[in-house]
């Protein structure tokens, strides 16, 4: 069992028995799931269930009081969210923090840039003429691959949720992470630019075959690019499988989904 334990989240990220107690409140309780690279997973469940708090565990924001987070292969369960960047994970949030006052380009810029620099403050003020070079190009690659390299001169705060999310998510990916952890990125979107946001999700994951952990509420984006789901309900582990099994589930439907819930496509 412990051999598994240590094949698991080696092409991607895993969590085995995750639990996670705020004094006499358990958040989380036993909650094991794996995302690969290359493929798009979901975790899913109604406000409160534990999802954030699971997404803070895996990116070191704070420890668990039990269980492991393994990262491509390695045990991450105590590392800083510095070392786990540097191992190739990246994150967002729903509330967006970007920098208004800046372009785009220098917005998707700052991914990179803080991956490169790590724990050093020393490199944040004292960049080299390669990394500047390595900067650049994994900007312009970014903001291509999820189209708003057009933006790339426009100030973020003069540009649409819409295209504020895809400006987040560039600067995520220009990290070069090769895990993404992605924390409700339609909020505030309507139908038209979630569908559109969902397109770009899925030609991100084939072009750069990375893995995209996603919790979200919009259950039609989840079902269209989704290829496994995770269901927790009050912290606890509920169900999982495909959008498919997911959507047949009586269990599922009766805790979240609700009988007419799931329908549509991103």
């Given at each position: 069992?412990?051999?598994?334990?240590?094949?698991?989240?080696?092409?991607?990220?895993?969590?085995?028995?995750?639990?996670?107690?705020?004094?006499?409140?358990?958040?989380v309780d036993d909650v094991s799931l794996?995302?690969?690279?290359?493929?798009?997973?979901?975790?899913?469940?109604?406000?409160?269930?534990?999802?954030?708090?699971?997404?803070?565990?895996?990116?070191?924001?704070?420890?668990?009081?039990?269980?492991?987070?393994?990262?491509?292969?390695?045990?991450?369960?105590?590392?800083?969210?510095?070392?786990?960047?540097?191992?190739?994970?990246?994150?967002?949030?729903?509330?967006?923090?970007?920098?208004?006052?800046?372009?785009?380009?220098?917005?998707?810029?700052?991914?990179?840039?803080?991956?490169?620099?790590?724990?050093?403050?020393?490199?944040?003020?004292?960049?080299?003429?390669?990394?500047?070079?390595?900067?650049?190009?994994?900007?312009?690659?970014?903001?291509?691959?999820?189209?708003?390299?057009?933006?790339?001169?426009?100030?973020?705060?003069?540009?649409?949720?819409?295209?504020?999310?895809?400006?987040?998510?560039?600067?995520?990916?220009?990290?070069?992470?090769?895990?993404?952890?992605?924390?409700?990125?339609?909020?505030?979107?309507?139908?038209?630019?979630?569908?559109?946001?969902?397109?770009?999700?899925?030609?991100?994951?084939?072009?750069?075959?990375?893995?995209?952990?996603?919790?979200?509420?919009?259950?039609?984006?989840?079902?269209?690019?989704?290829?496994?789901?995770?269901?927790?309900?009050?912290?606890?582990?509920?169900?999982?499988?495909?959008?498919?099994?997911?959507?047949?589930?009586?269990?599922?439907?009766?805790?979240?989904?609700?009988?007419?819930?799931?329908?549509?496509?991103?």
């Amino acid at each position: 069992m412990a051999e598994k334990s240590k094949q698991r989240g080696l092409n991607g990220i895993a969590v085995d028995h995750l639990t996670v107690r705020y004094g006499g409140l358990v958040a989380v309780d036993d909650v094991s799931l794996e995302a690969a690279v290359g493929s798009i997973t979901g975790l899913i469940g109604p406000n409160g269930a534990g999802k954030t708090t699971m997404f803070n565990a895996c990116t070191g924001l704070l420890r668990p009081t039990k269980g492991t987070v393994r990262l491509l292969g390695h045990d991450v369960t105590a590392a800083s969210p510095e070392a786990r960047a540097q191992l190739g994970l990246g994150r967002t949030f729903q509330r967006m923090e970007l920098f208004d006052s800046l372009t785009v380009a220098a917005n998707v810029r700052l991914g990179r840039e803080a991956r490169l620099a790590g724990r050093n403050p020393l490199r944040h003020l004292l960049g080299r003429a390669e990394d500047n070079d390595e900067i650049s190009d994994m900007a312009a690659e970014a903001m291509v691959l999820c189209e708003v390299e057009a933006l790339r001169d426009a100030r973020v705060a003069d540009l649409s949720t819409g295209q504020r999310r895809l400006v987040e998510l560039a600067r995520t990916v220009a990290s070069g992470a090769s895990m993404l952890l992605l924390d409700e990125p339609s909020s505030g979107l309507d139908a038209v630019e979630t569908q559109w946001f969902g397109g770009i999700l899925r030609q991100l994951v084939a072009q750069r075959r990375v893995g995209v952990l996603l919790v979200e509420h919009d259950m039609a984006l989840v079902m269209g690019v989704c290829a496994y789901l995770y269901v927790v309900d009050f912290g606890k582990p509920l169900f999982e499988g495909t959008p498919a099994d997911v959507s047949s589930s009586s269990v599922v439907r009766a805790a979240y989904l609700g009988a007419d819930s799931v329908s549509g496509a991103a």
